[in-house]
């Protein structure tokens, strides 16, 4: 099945840095979703968007639904060592209750 | 509890063999899904139930795959003559059914087939 591309697939960062990374899609989409997930774990729903150049914020994460709504960004400011983990994007079309989600970002946190 | 839950949390089982994975949806919600998730990978949609009837089965990869929920609550996904590709983690999730609510999952199967 589909999947959309995050970029980048992993990163490395020190706590205290301010963390990006972005999913796109070849079709376009009218929910953008950010979840997270930890280790055999299911994913947990981070920010949820619903309208092209929406800009969302959730304590330390922001997220933005792209202009042309094939694209979305998340970022987190201030990373922890809790926030470790799978961070995923979703998409959903019109009123279709499926979800396609992209290939992932793994998170690690350095102290 | 208050969440998805899903049983079993492991299976093991052999190529060939006929398995099933149960969910018990979050009490009240009437949508429920099943998703598949292989390893490095972001979860893949399999099955969208709306009550008891499926709504969306268009992720089922093959006619090995089939998913009841005959009383609009506790679902099952059923797998025929499982192969070594069917390995994944399973997982469920439900939602008050709109389009715009939320889906909240479970913490999944982990099938592997020997």
């Known amino acids: ?111 | 509890g208050a969440g998805v839950s899903q049983t079993p949390s492991n299976k093991v089982t052999e190529k060939g063999k006929y398995v099933e994975l149960r969910c018990d949806p979050i009490s009240g919600h009437t949508a429920l899904y099943w998703y598949r998730q292989s390893l490095g990978q972001g979860p893949e949609f399999l099955i969208y139930f709306q009550g008891t009837g499926a709504a969306d089965d268009s992720g089922l990869p093959n006619d090995r795959f089939f998913a009841v929920r005959p009383e609009g609550s506790v679902s099952t996904l059923k797998i025929q003559r499982t192969e070594r590709g069917d390995s994944a983690v399973y997982l469920c999730a439900s939602s008050f059914g709109a389009p715009s609510e939320e889906q909240f999952f479970g913490p999944g199967t982990r099938l592997t087939v020997l």
């Open chain 1, 1 to 111: 099945g589909q999947q959309l591309n995050q970029s980048p697939q992993s990163m490395f960062i020190q706590e205290g840095e301010d963390v990006s990374m972005n999913c796109t899609s070849s079709s376009i989409f009218n929910t953008w979703l950010w979840y997270k997930q930890d280790p055999g774990e299911g994913p947990v729903l981070l920010i949820a968007l619903y309208k092209a150049g929406e800009l969302t914020s959730n304590g330390r994460l922001t997220a933005q639904f792209g202009i042309t709504r094939k694209d979305s960004f998340l970022n987190i400011s201030a990373s922890i060592p809790s926030d470790v983990g799978i961070y995923f994007c979703a998409g959903k079309t019109g009123t279709a209750s499926k979800l396609t989600f992209g290939t992932g970002t793994r998170l690690q946190v350095t102290l």
